[in-house]
């Protein structure tokens, strides 16, 4: 069986891909996956979704996260950010840290005599969500509906005390995955398109299976479209697909 | 459905505030701490919403221009009052008012020390009006260039986000009524919505703020009601966003408030996503 992870991304219409703020990270090895949305309302967000999805996939985070883990990306974040003097504005919007929304996913397996057992454990903060795909069944995690996005999610800050005690912030689950499974993640303007469609009767995963295949729609064309026709938010746009093949 | 046009810089919007500065500006402040006048609370007014304007559109590269924005000061002149290297410009992007303050104060404020007390933290304070009480106060002719200002704005961007004119004031007019003008003002509309006409009372009357009130029976006085008459309902988006951010709105509330401040409705503008610890 093999685990074959691909990433999709576009910037905001408008925005140059110098001003993306998600990011996502693949590592195969470790069979970890992460991908985060920096918010647009904060400043330099995009390197702390950065630093998220790193941490991550180097298993520098468990799951389910422990705030304690994110103290040395907070500290790293808080000297990257003062590199330089800042004018007024950028000092003072830095002071109240940098937001993201995050979803990570780890696949495990542990072999016996008898079987071998397949886990994926996720863990999750905010309107990034993780699709797991088996047949035409998916569970959505955390969000699983389009009505449960809002332009003010819960997200995870570099600042210790924005994220309080983590708890309602930071969620976890698990379930078990085989040959022909495909995992979703995404970041929320996809996500919500995602769900959207699937209350409408459709099945958005066939797009996103197919996705830059010979004969089938790319990404870029995809996002542009349904951009344009206010069937997602013009937002920073983010897939990483991951396919268990036999 | 109106209120939903995106923010960027490619569709910016616009705020015009319209600054209270005749000579009944000298009056004692009733929200004040009994040495403050009138024309400190318009003044600290008009500079707090700046700031968070500004603070609202600044990134780790600049600040970009989502809005641009325009001051009207009235009293002995009516006409554009930024100072120095905008001095003169009608609608500035607002980049260009981050980046020219006339000066910046250092001033403290308390932050959460992660264990459940507070600190100082120093912060520096940009100061782009000082407090000014001279002359009439001609509001309808301001009102009225605020018009101008905003028409002229929408024959250029007839898409963007419904402009929003703020007017500072003790509502004291004294060249004749301002209704009708405040009326042209609220009909105002781009393709996203009727433009917001919003007030804010500074007063030399004593008692307790008044935020976006639905009715203007409880109202202290006769300026507060006029104001409060003025001014633009909250369109239904704005009320949702307070009610979560725990403001006490109701149906019917308008864009006025008493000896208060209306930074709140600088937050309620969605440039993206806003995370919920964010104040």
Known sequence: ?246 | MAYSAEISRGNPSCFVFVIDQSGSMGDPFGAGDGNQKKSDGVADAINRMLQNLVIKCAKEEGIRDYFHVGVIGYGAQVGPAFSGALAGRQLVPISEVGNSPARVEQRTKKVPDGAGGLVDQPVRFPIWFEPIANGGTPMGQALGQAKSMVENWLSQHPGCFPPIVINITDGEATDGDPTSVADEIRKLKSTDGEILLFNLHVSSQRGAPIEYPSSDAGLPDKFAQQLFRMSSPLPEYMMNIARREGMNVNEGSRGFVFNADMVAVIKFLDIGTRPSALR
């Not at chain 1, 400043?43 to 630093?51: E, H, R």
């Not at chain 1, 542990?110 to 905010?126: I, L, M, Q, Y």
Request: glycine fraction near 6%; hydrophobic fraction near 40%; charged fraction near 25%.
């Open chain 1, 1 to 246: 069986m093999e685990i074959y992870a691909k990433e999709f991304w576009l910037p905001k219409r408008g925005s140059s891909d110098a001003e993306y703020e998600d990011a996502f990270s693949i590592a195969e090895d470790g069979f970890r996956f992460a991908v985060a949305d920096g918010a647009t309302e904060a400043s330099f967000s995009g390197v702390w979704a950065k630093q998220l999805v790193r941490a991550f996939a180097n298993k520098r985070l468990s799951i389910p996260i422990v705030l304690e883990e994110l103290k040395p990306l907070q500290s790293r974040w808080q000297k990257i950010v003062h590199r330089h003097p800042l004018p007024w504005y950028a000092e003072e919007k830095a002071s109240s840290g940098a937001f993201a929304a995050f979803v990570g996913l780890e696949l495990s397996q542990e072999h016996s005599d008898a079987a071998t057992k397949r886990t994926w454990r996720a863990v999750a903060a905010g309107d990034s969500c993780l699709v797991h795909l088996r047949g035409d069944q998916i569970v959505g995690f955390p969000l699983a509906d389009s009505s449960s996005f809002s332009s003010r999610p819960n997200l995870l800050s570099s600042s210790p005390t924005s994220n309080g005690n983590g708890s309602g912030l930071l969620l976890s689950t698990s379930g078990s995955w085989g040959c022909e499974d495909v995992f979703f993640l995404m970041t929320d303007a996809l996500s919500c398109w995602f769900f959207r469609e699937r209350e409408q009767g459709n099945e958005p995963w066939n797009l996103l299976r197919d996705l830059d295949t010979a004969g089938h729609v790319s990404f870029e064309k995809l996002v542009a479209d349904l951009r344009s026709e206010g069937r997602m938010k013009n937002d920073d746009v983010t897939l990483l697909r991951v396919d268990v093949l036999a």
